[in-house]
């Protein structure tokens, strides 16, 4: 069964800082890979994809992330946060052969310190 | 291009009422599926559909109900309202393993 890990509920950076938010995922088959962005009262917002291209996927507003087959991980990361990346951001894996169910994590909420 | 449209946006219910939240999608999606987003909890699955006429129960279905009569609309029907189903909603379609595109969510008390 395919299952996510988002690490951490929350997580608090000073601006300027980098950005780290971790996700483990559990698939018996080469998994596609999403980030989502949801500011308050806000739809959820596609960050980036993985899709088994490049295992180093660059999205929008200078997030990355990096999938590790070995580590089973997609963790996210920007180099310097900005006070508009205070958010709620969630991992999840696309559904596999035979099913149609995405999978989502938890959730983090990001917390841009001035 | 409009994406996902949801309405409403924000909707008041006494216990007991009947109500449909409506879902459009402009992009010919053969996917589509209503969460529900509690704090803690995420988004939780509560049905989905593959296709006109299709549809599934995800892993909340209790007290709703849907129908996929074209490509375009999915709605969510609660059947008779209850104050556990306080919730935001989000409607979102994607083809098959691409990313869902997520509407802005409808905000439903029940009181």
């Known amino acids: 069964a395919q299952s996510v890990t988002q690490l951490d509920s929350h997580v608090s950076v000073s601006e300027g800082t980098p950005v780290l938010l971790r996700c483990n995922y559990s698939?018996?088959?080469?998994?596609?890979l999403f980030w989502y962005v949801q500011h308050p009262n806000k739809g959820l917002q596609l960050l980036l994809k993985?899709?088994?291209?490049?295992?180093l996927v660059k999205g929008i507003n200078g997030f990355e992330a990096e999938f590790k087959k070995s580590e089973t991980s997609f963790h996210l990361t920007k180099p310097s946060a900005h006070m508009s990346d205070a958010a709620e951001y969630f991992c999840?894996?696309?559904?596999?052969?035979?099913?149609?169910?995405?999978?989502f994590g938890t959730g983090t909420r990001l917390k841009v310190l001035a | 291009n409009a994406g996902v449209t949801q309405t409403p946006k924000f909707q008041v219910l006494k216990t007991g009422q009947s109500m449909t939240l409506q879902c459009a999608q402009d992009?010919?999606?053969?996917?589509m599926s209503w969460y529900r987003q509690d704090p803690g909890m995420g988004l939780r699955l509560i049905h989905y559909?593959?296709?006109?006429?299709?549809?599934d129960q995800g892993e909340v279905p209790n007290g709703y109900n849907v129908s996929r009569s074209t490509t375009e609309d999915f709605p969510l029907r609660l059947l008779s309202a209850a104050p556990s189903q306080t919730s935001v909603y989000f409607c979102?379609?994607?083809?098959?393993?691409?990313?869902?595109?997520f509407g802005d969510g409808t905000r439903l008390s029940i009181l």
């Open positions: 979102a379609s994607s083809y098959k393993n691409q990313p869902q595109h």
């Open positions: 698939s018996s088959y080469s998994p596609s």
């Open positions: 993985y899709t088994s291209a490049a295992t």
């Open positions: 999840v894996v696309s559904p596999t052969s035979g099913t149609y169910k995405y999978i």
């Open positions: 992009m010919n999606h053969e996917y």
């Open positions: 559909s593959v296709g006109a006429g299709i549809t």
